[in-house]
């Protein structure tokens, strides 16, 4: 009888680890993180960390950073930016700008037909929709090289635009009249060389 319940014991136990063992192998979630650094004239006025994770038919993609630099008077600007993706195309996307003196956010939102754009910015706004769905996004880029034949949607002002291919492993994308420029090594984002109306800055790898 002992002998019994034992074997029955050990059957219940491998099935419990075995159902264990095939819900983790199908989870299979994704986080990669990558840190950058924010320059003007060479001199570090920020950070920024970039975060990946999900899985494979479920991503998001997270950007955060600070940044303080002088504009008649101090500013602290803090800036995120929340990237849904579901099979490849953006879902919904949550951009946020914070800073001691303004607050703005924009939105862009799937319906299954359409993207429905709800976005402010400093002296701009934009309630629209656009047609789609569309696969890239600026926080996407932070982790995967283009190849210059996709169409690129901008999580702060609702538009896409073309990415441009202009040398190897250089991307540029032009958005309400400021380009900026994606630099990649071996499929690596190593800088961004962003236009600015304030101030043209770069956004450089530490790790």
């Not at 101090?74 to 951009?95: A, C, P």
């Not at 690596?188 to 956004?203: F, H």
Request: hydrophobic content about 35%; proline content about 2%.
């Amino acid at each position: 009888m002992n002998q019994l319940r034992y074997t029955n014991f050990k059957r219940i136990s491998l099935l419990i680890f075995l159902g264990m063992a095939v819900s983790l192998g199908h989870a299979q979630t994704t986080k990669e993180t990558a840190s950058f650094e924010i320059v003007v004239l060479g001199l570090k006025i920020g950070s920024l960390t970039a975060q990946k994770t999900g899985e494979a038919d479920s991503l998001l993609y997270s950007v955060d950073s600070r940044v303080k630099f002088w504009f008649f008077g101090d500013v602290d600007l803090k800036f995120l930016t929340r990237s849904h993706f579901n099979g490849g195309k953006i879902l919904k996307t949550y951009s946020e700008s914070k800073t001691n003196r303004s607050f703005f956010d924009s939105k862009v939102n799937w319906t299954g037909a359409q993207y429905q754009v709800d976005s402010k910015s400093y002296k701009y706004a934009n309630r629209t929709s656009l047609k789609g769905p569309l696969s890239w996004c600026s926080s996407k880029l932070f982790f995967e090289e283009p190849s210059g034949q996709e169409i690129f949607l901008s999580e702060v002002y609702g538009v896409f635009a073309p990415i441009k291919k202009i040398s190897p492993s250089v991307y540029e994308i032009e958005v309400e009249g400021n380009t900026n420029q994606y630099h990649y090594q071996g499929g690596k984002l190593q800088k961004i060389v962003v236009e600015n109306p304030i101030k043209n800055y770069q956004v450089r790898r530490i790790k």
